[in-house]
């Protein structure tokens, strides 16, 4: 799967690199950006889920909290395959702004979406949450990141709320964070 994944922004990578393109090496930091940042959102709500995947216990989705995580992992909700392909989809629509673009990225992302639920890996809300998580996470990266924002005074969001999990104390929640 992440050969899949990953053959793309290689080779628009490699690409770049050789024509000394800077849009291209660009978009393709923002993509390994939101592709990171990606991650550490899934794990971090996957640890704070625990969730069973298709193939664990009766195969009902049961949340078992951080305890769970890693008994289960890599299984759980989000998905972290189509969140890392979301991301980098997200980065590289926000990026280029090209309709056609857009639909071939997003037919490659659905139908791998689809074989993440129909081979058992995911349930169809693993998949969905995770796609969308980092769809935004994407775009986002490339509205507060990329050179194409960068005087944009708007492009900063003011505040966040993020997960927090202190496994030592077994506790959890949210954090609110802001700019000033």
């Known amino acids: ?21 800077a849009a291209l090496l660009e978009s393709v930091s923002l993509m390994l950006e939101a592709f990171s940042m990606a991650q550490v959102w899934q794990v971090g709500i996957k640890l704070a889920l625990g969730r069973e ?8 989705g049961e949340f078992h909290g951080p305890p769970g995580f890693f008994r289960l992992f890599p299984a ?3 998905s972290g395959h189509s969140a890392a392909l979301y991301a980098m989809i997200g980065a590289a629509s926000a990026y280029w702004d ?9 037919l490659f992302g ?3 979406c689809v074989t993440l639920v129909t081979d058992d890996y995911h349930f169809v809300s ?3 949450w995770g796609a969308a998580m980092g769809y935004y996470t994407g775009r986002w990266v490339v509205r507060n990141r990329s050179t ?6 708007g492009a900063l969001v003011p505040a966040t709320v993020v997960p927090v999990v202190a496994p030592n104390s077994g506790s959890y929640g949210l954090a609110l964070g802001w700019a000033f």
């Open 98 to 106: 090209q309709p056609m673009l857009d639909v071939a990225m997003h």
């Open 148 to 153: 194409h924002y960068r005087f944009d005074a």
């Open 126 to 128: 693993d998949v969905l």
């Open 1 to 21: 799967m992440w050969g899949g994944i990953w053959t793309v922004p290689a080779a628009a990578l490699a690409y770049g690199w050789l024509t000394d393109d």
């Open 110 to 112: 659905l139908a791998f």
């Open 53 to 60: 995947g298709p193939r664990d216990g009766e195969g009902l």
């Open 76 to 78: 759980g909700t989000p």
